[in-house]
């Protein structure tokens, strides 16, 4: 079956970084472009970045635009998301996501708190 299992959140200083990393499985994962969402407390969940299936495009949000970089590694089955110069309201639970045959598939999230 599908999992996604996102690793790497934790506590960081504001101006600091973290890479979260996904790892795949249960299905052809080179074949699927992948997303990074976030949901801060109390928030909806929002889209952060994404990456195509080959990782040649990405798009992001225009929060992180320039602090935020998502790659992908398919000999790896796992995608990433490097974020640099953090900010308070960057804390969220950071889900990875990506759509199969109609279905939506999540990981259970990992936290990132930023605050001093």
């Known amino acids: 079956q599908v999992q996604l299992v996102e690793s790497g959140g934790g506590l960081v200083r504001p101006g600091g970084s973290l890479r979260l990393s996904c790892a795949a499985s249960?299905?052809?994962?080179?074949?699927?472009?992948m997303s990074w969402y976030r949901q801060a407390p109390g928030g909806e969940r929002e889209l952060v970045a994404s990456?195509?299936?080959?990782?040649?495009?990405?798009n992001y949000a225009n929060s992180v635009t320039g602090r935020f970089t998502i790659s992908r590694d398919n000999t790896k089955n796992t995608v990433y998301l490097q974020m640099n110069s953090l900010k308070p309201e960057d804390t969220a639970v950071y889900y990875c996501?990506?759509?199969?045959?109609?279905?939506?598939?999540w990981g259970k999230g990992t936290l990132v708190t930023v605050s001093s």
């Open positions: 996501y990506t759509w199969i045959g109609r279905v939506n598939y």
């Open positions: 249960g299905f052809t994962f080179s074949s699927y472009a």
């Open positions: 990456i195509s299936s080959a990782g040649g495009s990405t």
